[in-house]
């Protein structure tokens, strides 16, 4: 699977809503909110983009597994454990 990174280091204004009380919580232990909504955020698509790709290669895992399955793995006679 190719990393890549989902930033790009440009800002953009963009208006939430928050519940108020959430929003007080994080001020009164001076959190930048910017900061969390966007590391949440980020998280949440680096998870939605693994799925992703998990769901569309997994006919080919399914398939190398039963292949090893079948003729074990190829370079076994190598290992040193």
């Given amino acids: 699977m190719k990393q ?3 930033a790009s280091g ?3 204004a963009v208006n939430l809503s928050l519940d108020t009380g959430i929003v007080q919580a994080a001020r009164d232990v001076e959190l930048n909110l910017s900061q969390v909504c ?3 955020i980020q998280q949440a698509t ?3 983009l693994k799925e992703r ?3 569309e290669n997994r ?4 398939a ?3 292949w090893i399955d079948k003729n074990g793995l190829p ?3 190598y290992r040193m454990f």
Avoid: C, F, G, P
Avoid at 59 to 62: D, N
């Fill in 75 to 77: 370079l076994e006679k």
């Fill in 53 to 55: 790709w998990r769901a």
């Fill in 64 to 66: 190398w597994n039963d």
């Fill in 38 to 40: 966007e590391a949440a």
């Fill in 46 to 48: 680096k998870q939605v």
């Fill in 4 to 6: 890549e990174t989902i």
């Fill in 10 to 12: 440009k800002r953009k």
């Fill in 59 to 62: 006919h080919a895992m399914e």
